[in-house]
């Protein structure tokens, strides 16, 4: 029985070393990844819960979109009613180029722009056709909105620049928005601009009353009741506004239909709209004042348009000197203009060059 019994064992053994070398030979084989593997793919993680709020607060992967106009002004007309944001909101500077073909001083703006993403914003509204394609690097890469045709005088104009408007409120961040054009330069460095525009007590849109026929004189009786002849101002087509300006840009439709129907030229529609209307419905938030320094000193219907040889050191200087009536937060002050028009692509190269110096960018 004995010898019988330690047989058994010793055949237990034996067939349990076999098993063991068996089992490891074909983990070796196969490889303990593809069991581990075969294990820990069925895990699935639990779907990260969505942010609501990012559809609010996060600005447009892509500005190309097929909404009609109808549709974005009354999206862009959207504004929150709290001062205070849930978020991290860092306020922005739109600056939004109303163009008629390309950007000859591109070069000029990257510069100024470069290193400053987090506080500015570029929208671009011209004929696809005649706008150049940028490169990946630039700040004007794929900044082109939907666009139509704005002509000169017409109504036309002032529907571009509510689609800017409407685009860049389209962005939370974006807090003021800068209209310019293809000839238009900045003055001084971004720095200079952004704490003059942000500190700013008011936004810069001309307004007067002119009693001239050039003003006065434009005036057609059937704007009333919505717009009297004392209410009727008059001002530079290139403004800054805030973003609660914007707002009442954008979704105005009790004055726009009078101004599209009487004030065609020779009444020019971009340079009563926006200054008339503010002004009776906010004339407190207005500098009555542009930011943008033209030359109407020659006569005629457009400014001087300045090229290569008026690009020297006391041209700037008399720019900058300012206006003996301009004002800032309610104090006199030399600084009126952070940008000026009317330049020609002869002038980009010497602007480059005397920026540095003259521009301290």
Not at 68 to 78: V, Y
Not at 301 to 318: M, S
Request: charged share 20%; with cysteine.
């Amino acid at each position: 029985m004995l010898s019988k019994a330690l047989l058994l064992l010793v055949f237990f053994l034996a067939f349990s070393v076999v098993f063991i070398i068996i089992t490891v030979s074909t983990t070796k084989y196969y490889g303990i990844n593809s069991v581990v593997t075969s294990v820990t793919s069925s895990f699935v993680p639990c779907p990260e819960k969505p942010n609501v709020l990012d559809k609010w607060t996060k600005p447009p992967l892509a500005l190309m979109h097929n909404m009609s106009d109808e549709e974005l002004l009354w999206l862009a007309s959207f504004m929150p009613q709290r001062k205070d944001y849930p978020f991290n909101r860092v306020p922005k500077i739109a600056f939004m180029f109303l163009t008629l073909g390309p950007l000859p001083f591109a070069p000029l703006w990257e510069r100024l722009l470069k290193g400053h993403e987090k506080h500015y914003s570029v929208y671009i509204h011209s004929q696809v056709s005649s706008l150049a394609e940028f490169p990946a690097s630039s700040v004007f890469y794929r900044r082109l909105i939907p666009s139509q045709v704005a002509e000169w005088g017409r109504m036309s104009i002032c529907d571009a620049e509510r689609r800017l408007l409407a685009n860049a409120l389209l962005d939370i961040s974006n807090e003021w928005f800068v209209l310019l054009s293809e000839s238009c330069i900045p003055l001084y460095n971004f720095n200079t601009i952004y704490t003059y525009i942000t500190k700013s007590k008011h936004s810069f849109m001309g307004s007067f009353d002119d009693p001239s026929p050039y003003g006065r004189g434009r005036y057609n009786g059937n704007m009333s009741p919505e717009v009297s002849i004392e209410e009727w101002r008059k001002g530079s087509q290139w403004f800054e506004v805030n973003r609660e300006l914007a707002v009442y840009i954008v979704k105005d439709t009790f004055y726009y239909p009078k101004f599209k129907e009487f004030c065609t030229p020779a009444c020019y529609v971009d340079e009563h709209y926006f200054p008339t209307m503010l002004t009776i419905e906010k004339p407190a938030a207005l500098a009555n004042r542009s930011l943008t320094w033209v030359d109407w000193s020659r006569g005629g219907a457009h400014p001087a348009t300045f090229g290569e040889l008026d690009i020297k050191e006391d041209f700037f200087a008399g720019i900058m000197k300012g206006d003996d009536n301009c004002t800032y937060n309610g104090e006199s002050t030399s600084m009126c203009y952070l940008f000026a028009r009317k330049f020609s692509p002869s002038a980009l190269e010497p602007l480059v060059q005397i920026s540095p110096k003259i521009l301290s960018f």
